[in-house]
């Protein structure tokens, strides 16, 4: 099974079908269990879904928000931090409350507390109606690393160099980041519909091997061939090495 495949010309158009596909989800089911990732992909969709909510095209009011991931040792208050960029750049500006919003706190004192605690809301909630996400260069998916077992609900993840140096791209100085903390792979899996979101020629190699054989945990992206319903949105750069 393979994922169904939208390229789009621009990384705009991209975004707007990202944005449309959260809007319709929005329309169909008002309280929906939406998970956004944080970071540069999805700041196009961030930016038509605030424009949209401002003028009433779309209603975020009953839906509830999970936090895809987060630095260990980091909260709401700091800046590079995922819940620091979201606020900033998408939950603030939609005006989405407190109650609506379940975000794992990377200052957890006991972290696999917080795994179970996220775990049990996501559960209760019914699973996610929809997960966004975007794709590492080392494949992984949210903070699930190479290596991270299929049947993971949120854990504490250690992270590959690759994820530490591209993660510098978020603080003003060196900073130090080892683990995340992170929705699983069977939370991606167990979601009614599971997007992947890349853009950029630097990304073209990575969604190749995302779509190739085997589907192995050494690529955590090849586990969305298996996935019941998910679909990749690609601009044409990142759509490059890939036949569709």
Known sequence: MKPKLNVYQDYETMSLAAAERVMALLSKKPTAVICLPSGSTPLGMFEILVTANQKGMTDFSQCVFIGLDEWIGFGAEDDGGCRNLLNKDFLKPIGLREDQI????????????????????????????????????????????????????????????????????????????????????????????AILMASGSAKAAVIQRALAFPVTPAFPATALQNHMNAELLLDAEAAKLIEY
């Not at 997960?131 to 290596?147: D, S, T, W």
């Open 102 to 193: 379940v975000f794992f706190d990377g200052k957890a004192i006991d972290p696999e507390e917080e795994c179970a605690r996220v775990n049990k809301v996501v559960a209760s909630l019914g699973g996610l109606d929809l997960i966004i996400l975007g794709v590492g260069m080392n494949g992984h998916l949210a903070l699930n690393e190479p290596g991270t077992p299929w049947d993971s609900y949120a854990h504490v993840s250690e992270l590959e160099n690759v994820t530490k140096e591209v993660g510098q791209k978020y603080f003003k100085q060196l900073t130090v980041i080892n683990q995340g903390i992170t929705v699983g792979i069977r939370h991606i899996m167990e979601a009614k519909t």
